[in-house]
């Protein structure tokens, strides 16, 4: 069942990259006379993680590009990923243990071995167990296999108090769609004719074989792409209409369109009827959501609203309202992303060629098709029930985060539960390349919190902010530098990825895996971890599938090579079955009618849970959409292609190409406040007061601000990005949205004049 690939191995240079002299010097002749390899592997340099390959010469990693392995990615990597290796010599890395010899954030370290620092993790932690149970430790990491490994370490040490960056980032989405499909559904860009867009910034926000999909898509003239953003964005510049929306209004556009179908009767009614619950119910919600009503809301006018709802309803279904990702979340976030996932709904598209649709799993077409063909992975990371409620009181019966997944938190709950020492004490943190202190909200009170714990732990690349308030820094080997377990991607097709080191450390560095079994075994729990090795753990996890695993070794990924099935669309179903013999259409249809994992085993459109734990959030509704909070301006942030959040500032070649981010500005607004382009000023709220700089664009609504994310950080010990621009989360409200617990990114401000 694995693919193969034509090899097509070229070399791609992109305008960064010719500017980048450190690669190029990798080229040069004299160095190509040694070994001269290629590993396959994974990137991290974003959580999108694509496939890449890494040129190795004489044990010097020297160039990355995409792994045409994979055949959405060829050879194709964005800035951040070919900066891999940017950082993987940078100087400024962490190079071995540090211990707080100063006051908590002053700054003053001493070096220590591995075995000192790791003891006093330990001991400290067995300390804080004895004296205030183990719950008192709290446990974050940015999500993926980190996250899973600390979650295991979490439960294994007797704490519950885990999370990931969910809630500062795609809570609302994976909430919605629980709530209303009881599983993720994804996006078939690659058929759709028509994409409405609401600020799903693909060429900023990057995951590459999306991006592409997504580039290739508004590259056709025969599509058709709306965006919909306060802001002229890269994927605006690409569109055929953009509307600088109000921001935090996609609600009201979303509402009016689903008004206008259901008032015209135009939805797709034979699905709705057989497969969704909730209509009456949606219908009485939306009566007085006019297209004339969502015009103050969101400065579209009704006529156009009316023409859009129409040439949208006419190409579904190959049309998807896109509910992906953008950075700056509302108040009104999980019922925005419902309202987006109805419309789909109601056009019909789900698993239809162009639209939307379900992961089809291993377990799934294994018992399709009634033969284990696709590899079942077991997790390597046991993670037992721990018992005990957590500080925020997430997925706890009764509470304001009830339908928050437990394993992920709400990351805005922290710093209040440690002030106030609510629930219970807490009085420990142990943080994996997570940095709070930039990417959530009100980093000052975070800090003063932070200030008060006993113990903090950070595993990190860099001194980040964060870091800088530890007692001991552990530096984490860079993903070059490490093995990791095989991850199962999810989507039309199965397909795996493995994770090879390209070479060993180049400093006294260690993974996470090293760190927890050394921590587990001097906290009495190595029997949660019994692999030795990387080797021994990947067997464990491919149940001893030797050729999965050497497949991976060598090609750092594989699929599946099956007809891609979208279990509505009759010609994929027929396509598949001639594939199969013994899989007939009705059985292909007949997954799709399984019982949903919703708690109707429909598709709700109305969630009476919802409902009753949150009165008027059952179904789509007019609520939250004030982000101003009575502030002449909103300001909003976002992803840039050139930095992963706060993660990537201090990579050189990253940092050549953008060190600061200046404030967005609209020439009218700086005009009403005697700006000009490159002043400074201030932007002010209840929460805190930042500098900024001007940077004048008619590409943004003269209402609102802008500012890239990740800037205005402090880290003496990263001197080239401390206090360059400013950070947006300094003047975000600990707020976060009803129902998903996400941080709330819109906030309102004012300008001051420096
Ligand atoms: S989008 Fe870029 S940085 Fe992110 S995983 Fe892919 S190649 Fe790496």
Redesign the pocket.
């Known amino acids: 069942m694995i693919e193969s690939y034509a090899r097509r191995r070229f070399l791609q240079f992109s305008t960064a990259a010719l500017s980048m002299q450190g690669s190029l010097r990798a080229w040069e002749p004299s160095i190509l006379k040694g070994e001269d390899k290629w590993v396959r592997s994974v990137?991290?340099?974003?959580?999108?993680?694509?496939a890449?390959e890494v040129r190795v010469v004489d044990q010097k990693p020297v160039w990355l590009q995409?792994n045409a392995f994979d055949a959405r990615m060829h050879s194709s990597?964005?800035a951040?990923?070919l900066s891999?290796v940017s950082q993987l010599y940078d100087q400024d890395r962490l190079r071995t243990p540090l211990m707080r010899v100063g006051r908590r954030g002053e700054n003053r370290w001493r070096e220590a071995s591995w075995d000192e620092a790791l003891a006093f993790v330990a001991s400290s932690m067995q300390r804080l167990k004895q004296n205030y149970g183990a719950q008192s430790m709290l446990f974050s990491s940015k999500t993926g296999e980190s996250f899973d490994l600390l979650s295991s370490f979490a439960a294994n040490y007797g704490s519950p108090n885990t999370f990931s960056h969910w809630s500062s980032c795609p809570i609302a989405i994976e909430s919605a769609l629980e709530q209303t499909f009881g599983e993720r559904a994804y996006r078939d860009f690659e058929h759709a004719d028509y994409i409405v867009n609401f600020g799903h910034n693909l060429f900023e926000g990057?995951?590459?074989p999306l991006?592409k999909a997504m580039a290739r898509f508004a590259a056709n003239p025969s599509k058709k792409l709306i965006v919909l953003d306060p802001r002229f964005s890269i994927m605006a510049g690409k569109a055929d209409e953009w509307y600088p929306i109000k921001a935090g209004q996609d609600l009201a556009f979303v509402l009016s369109l689903l008004h206008v179908w259901l008032r015209d009767a135009k939805y797709d009614h034979a699905f709705v009827r057989r497969y969704c619950i909730g209509l009456d119910a949606l219908k009485a919600s939306l009566k007085e959501t006019t297209p004339q009503w969502q015009e103050r809301y969101t400065g579209i006018d009704a006529k156009t609203i009316e023409r859009l709802a129409d040439e949208i309803y006419r190409a579904a279904p190959r049309c998807i309202l896109d509910w992906g990702h953008k950075a700056t979340t509302s108040p009104a976030e999980f019922q925005r992303t419902r309202a987006i996932l109805i419309a789909n709904v109601l056009m019909g598209n789900v698993e239809k060629k162009g639209g939307i649709y379900f992961a089809k799993t291993p377990e799934m077409l294994n018992a399709l098709i009634q033969e284990p063909l696709f590899p079942l992975l077991q997790s390597p990371y046991p993670t037992p029930e721990v018992g005990i409620a957590r500080i925020d009181g997430a997925g706890e019966e009764r509470s304001a985060y009830r339908f928050v997944p437990k394993k992920h938190g709400v990351l805005n709950a922290i710093a209040d539960a440690i002030l106030t020492q609510q629930p219970y004490a807490i009085k420990g943190w142990f943080l994996t390349r997570h940095n709070p202190l930039v990417t959530v909200a009100d980093p000052q009170k975070m800090r003063t919190a932070m200030a008060s714990l006993d113990l903090i732990v950070v595993n990190d690349i860099y001194m980040s902010d964060t870091a800088m308030m530890a007692d001991v820094v552990l530096p984490e080997s860079t993903y070059l530098e490490r093995d990791e377990s095989i991850h199962l991607h999810h989507g039309l097709v199965p397909s795996y990825t493995m994770r090879n080191r390209a070479l060993t450390p180049l400093h006294r560095t260690r993974s996470l895996h090293e760190i927890v079994r050394s921590l587990a075994d001097a906290l009495g729990f190595s029997h949660a971890y019994p692999w030795k090795t990387m080797q021994e753990l990947r067997a464990y996890q491919a149940k001893g599938n030797s050729a999965l695993l050497e497949s991976l070794v060598k090609r750092g990924y594989v699929q599946a090579t099956i007809p891609h099935l979208f279990l509505r669309e009759e010609a994929s179903a027929r396509a598949f079955c001639e594939r199969y013999a013994h899989v007939e259409p009705r059985h292909v249809l007949e997954m799709f009618e399984r019982r949903r994992k919703t708690p109707s085993g429909k598709i709700e459109l109305f969630c009476a849970h919802i409902e009753k734990a949150f009165e008027g959030y059952g179904v789509p509704c007019a609520v939250d959409m004030d982000v101003q909070q009575n502030y002449p301006y909103t300001l909003i942030s976002g992803k840039s292609a050139i930095h992963?959040n706060g993660h990537t500032q201090n990579v050189p070649y990253l940092h050549a190409l953008m060190s600061d981010n200046p404030l967005w500005m609209h020439p009218s607004t700086a005009k009403a406040h005697g700006l000009r382009q490159n002043d400074t000023c201030y932007i002010e709220n209840e929460i805190g007061k930042e500098k900024v700089k001007v940077f004048l664009t008619e590409g943004i609504r003269p209402d609102t601000l802008f500012l890239y994310m990740g800037f205005g950080r402090q880290t003496p010990l990263l001197p080239k990005i401390d206090r360059k621009g400013s950070s947006a989360s300094k003047l975000l409200p600990l707020k976060t949205a009803p129902v998903c617990g996400a941080m709330i990114t819109n906030t309102g401000v004012r300008i001051v004049r420096a």
């Open positions: 990137c991290e340099m974003c959580s999108s993680r694509c890449i995409g990597i964005c951040r990923g891999g990057l995951d590459i991006s992963t």
